[in-house]
């Protein structure tokens, strides 16, 4: 049928499957720094591996905005309330654990007494306000989840100057005039890597949030085809292989990426849809929560063992080796803590069916 993307409303595997991808980039990134960015000098994508985060924000706003979009149509305090918890239920569980896996892990080396980890910030961390406050200590990651929290709590409002016009114009111009304020603001300023903190953050949040959920009124209009995943895959290139553009540039192809993907119906479709890739798509937040605390471990390792500058062919080795080891970890962790303490904040909701 025209006008509809046909994606289910429970569940979404190629969009699912992209969270994997979107996951990887920041873990290979982050590991790839941990001995001297070797990797990246001949591995491109990997320089821009911060970008899997505005992968999340994108695709966050269009997934939500499939699932509850209806909170633009018919408000009411009651379903703004559940889809809180809901979210809350999502990011919580996860967030709270790396957070007490960093503590135990700094209180038994001794370090408390750092600035880096200084416990009077731990209140903004367990409210989830921590990027709003200007704070990157303890999980530094999780900046991007108190960012999405404030995405959540704004949605409604978002979904209701997207929507509410007949004419895609305005919500088009909306958006743009966002992006042109993000590029005056703190684009030229910090750039897109370094908006992780304050009012750098909180821009590139609302306005790369309220592009997937534009993205997700467009697609709307447009039936799949395996023309869209030629253009996923051209778009993609030139986010992480072309140098040289503008931030707002590459979070705009990031975009037409996104959208892309979701309006896929071959081959894309249908490698992000295949079930151990859908599966570590389930897993790609618990990877990309934990991977920090783990990494602290890593550095550790290497300097006990003298692997601190090993040199590319070591480091493409012991890179390949630690993200298959945190993959692994993170999917443990998925199944056994954080898909039953979802279930188990999920049923705490008044009127909750099981």
Known sequence: MAGSIHLPKSDVPHLTGLRMLAAG??????????????????????????????????????????????????????????????????????????????????????????????????????????????????????????????????????????????????????????????????????????????????????????????????????????YFDVLAVLSFAVVFFVGQIPDTLRVLTLAVFVGSVALSDSFVKRILAWRPVVFLGHASYAVYMIHFPIIKLIQNFNFQFGFEYPGLLMASFLVAIWAVLITVIASFLYVYYERPAQFWLRARWPGHSK
């Open 25 to 226: 980039l920041v873990l290979l990134l982050h590991l790839d720094q941990v001995y001297g960015n070797e990797i990246q000098k001949i591995l491109t994508p990997i320089s821009y591996g911060h970008l899997g985060v505005d992968i999340f924000f994108i695709l966050g706003g269009l997934i939500i905005a499939h699932v509850y979009g209806i909170l633009a149509k018919e408000f009411s305090v009651t379903e703004y309330g559940r889809f809180i918890w809901l979210r809350f239920a999502r990011l919580y569980p996860v967030h709270l654990f790396s957070l007490v896996l960093l503590f135990v892990m700094v209180s038994a080396r001794g370090l408390l007494d750092t600035n880096f980890w200084d416990t009077s910030t731990i209140p903004c961390h367990l409210l989830l306000i921590h990027a709003w406050c200007g704070d990157l200590t303890w999980n530094l990651p999780a900046w991007s989840i108190s960012a999405e929290w404030l995405a959540y709590l704004a949605f409604p409002a978002v979904a209701l100057l997207v929507f509410h016009s007949k004419n895609v114009a305005f919500p088009v111009g909306l958006v743009l005039g966002g992006l042109v304020a993000f590029e005056l603001l703190v684009s030229q300023d910090v750039g897109v890597a370094k908006s992780f903190l304050g009012v750098p953050a909180l821009v590139r949040i609302s306005v790369e949030f309220s592009i997937g959920v534009l993205v997700y009124r467009l697609v709307q209009r447009v039936n799949p085809s395996w």
